[in-house]
């Protein structure tokens, strides 16, 4: 929307401005927008455990959020966290977020990882930010292995991100060991702008 201004006539009072009611619609429509692009709000969010990931060391889906269609207009920040639960042996296991068009790890595109977990019963979080701009998603280097993109120096990585389609964010496990077990159990998109 456009900035919205009141007409407050050509000199007071004469009678050729906005009305009280209609001058206050725009003040609050106004707000709104402002408003709106200046709070992060929470686009999907599970704190529900996702699919236990054990007797396997293949790359396994165990959570996904929906981004709906239409939820990014042109452009716009996306953060995305999440937190494995990881039960047994003391090997290292890992993490991948993709981001697809389907709820499938199938064509899904590779958009941060964290190969760092080691340790038995542990859990860890990882938190990353995109941008979003003009059906492109760019952000800390896609490959690299770290839990979180604010103190580090990265080549910016990107890909197409459809902002008209349906896309789901999904979490991934890969166990170092298939003794192991794990599971996301928690995941979040916030969209700030």
């Keep these: 929307m456009a900035k919205q201004t009141i007409n407050v006539g050509t000199t007071a009072n004469d009678g050729t401005g906005d009305t009280l009611r209609a001058s206050f619609v725009k003040v609050n429509d106004n707000f709104t927008e402002v408003y709106n692009s200046l709070n992060p709000s929470v686009i999907a969010l599970t704190a529900t455990d996702g699919t236990a990931v054990t007797g396997t060391t293949a790359d396994t889906l165990s959570q996904s959020l929906l981004i709906p269609a239409n939820t990014y207009l042109a452009n716009g920040i ?11 042996t003391a090997s290292t296991s890992n993490i991948r977020i993709y981001k697809n068009t389907t709820n499938s790890l199938s064509g899904a595109t590779l958009i941060a990882t964290n190969t760092t977990i080691t340790g038995t019963n542990v859990f860890s ?4 930010t995109f941008r979003i ?31 008209n389609v349906d896309n789901y964010i999904i979490f991934s496990i890969q166990l170092g060991n298939a ?15």
């Design 78 to 88: 996306l953060e995305v966290i999440c937190r494995m639960s990881k039960t047994g």
């Design 179 to 193: 003794a192991d077990s794990a599971n996301i159990s928690m995941a979040r998109a916030i969209k700030s702008i």
């Design 125 to 128: 979080q990882m938190m990353r």
């Design 133 to 163: 701009n003009s059906n492109t998603l760019s952000g800390y280097s896609f490959g690299s292995s770290i839990l979180n993109d604010f103190a580090s120096i990265s080549a910016i990585s990107s890909t197409t991100f459809t902002t």
